[in-house]
């Protein structure tokens, strides 16, 4: 498994913006999807939005639009950032990275503990 590190989070009120940054270092890993997810209590859990290859880019429905992903790589250290724009109500959950690559040899699908966002109406 990677290490990931999630950043940002909080409370925002409706139509405000708010920024989720995830970080994962291992000199060992080779990454080539990472994004984010959500979820609610007693839902399954979502996506949000993910980048693969450092190019390919997908969003949820409810995110596109709205959300922008991107990625950045400075050696063994990748970054995605979550820019979410014009943010509602029901965008509320908890959000978790999530990474997928390889590490010597094995795949890896490795989860963030989670960051809660919060849109007050």
């Known amino acids: 498994q990677v290490q990931l590190v999630e950043s940002g989070g909080g409370l925002v009120q409706s139509g405000g913006s708010m920024r989720l940054s995830c970080a994962a270092s291992?000199?060992?890993?080779?990454?080539?999807?990472m994004g984010w997810h959500r979820q609610n209590p007693g839902k399954q859990r979502e996506l949000v939005a993910l980048?693969?290859?450092?190019?390919?880019?997908?969003?949820g429905d409810h995110a596109k639009g709205r959300f922008t992903i991107s990625a950045h790589r400075v050696k063994n250290n990748v970054t995605v950032d979550l820019e979410m724009n014009n943010l509602k109500p029901e965008d509320t959950a908890t959000y978790y990275c999530?990474?997928?690559?390889?590490?010597?040899?094995?795949?890896?699908?490795?989860w963030g503990q989670g960051t809660q966002v919060t849109v007050s109406s």
């Open positions: 291992d000199p060992f890993a080779f990454i080539h999807t």
């Open positions: 980048i693969t290859d450092g190019v390919t880019r997908e969003y």
């Open positions: 999530n990474a997928k690559g390889d590490r010597l040899g094995r795949g890896f699908d490795s």
